[in-house]
């Protein structure tokens, strides 16, 4: 699994873990598209390299985004090159420890003084949450019900 972390100057979700993607842009086909272009424009990814297996149910977020999660296989070795001013870091997470239902936590906290509720995966010094949380679980429970 490929994510990355967002740079701390960005109007929405700074600092925050989430997989390569942005909104359709016009000339963009369609969400596959734009999927594609993102990945291209932020971590260097061509879409040669990645064989699109599948998509995920729409996810929106509490910031009123719909997000169309895609699912592809990349064939190692690639060589991604980031976009440093939209991503601070990329990291690779084993699928193994996405599909292990212990490391999928549901937390609530306190944001503007609303309570909220959603998933969270700690893996080495990240925290996933949010949307891409969300989304991370519902590829497992798709792929080991």
Not at 64 to 76: C, D, N, R
Not at 106 to 121: K, N, P
């Amino acid at each position: 699994m490929i994510l990355t972390q967002r740079t701390a100057h960005l109007k929405n979700h700074a600092s925050q873990i989430s997989f390569p993607g942005g909104r359709v842009e016009p000339g963009d086909e369609g969400p596959e598209a734009a999927a594609m272009r993102e990945a291209l424009e932020e971590i260097g990814l061509p879409s040669d390299k990645v064989e699109l297996l599948g998509c995920l149910p729409l996810h929106e977020t509490v910031t009123g985004f719909l997000v169309h999660p895609f699912v592809g296989w990349i064939e190692p070795p690639v060589e991604l090159a980031l976009d440093s001013r939209e991503v601070a870091e990329v990291f690779q997470m084993p699928l193994s420890f996405v599909l292990d239902a212990g490391n999928h936590r549901w937390e609530t906290v306190v944001i503007d003084g609303q309570r909220h509720s959603f998933w969270v995966l700690y893996y080495a010094e990240h925290r996933i949450w949010g949307a891409t949380a969300a989304i991370l679980v519902s590829l497992a429970r798709v792929l080991a019900p």
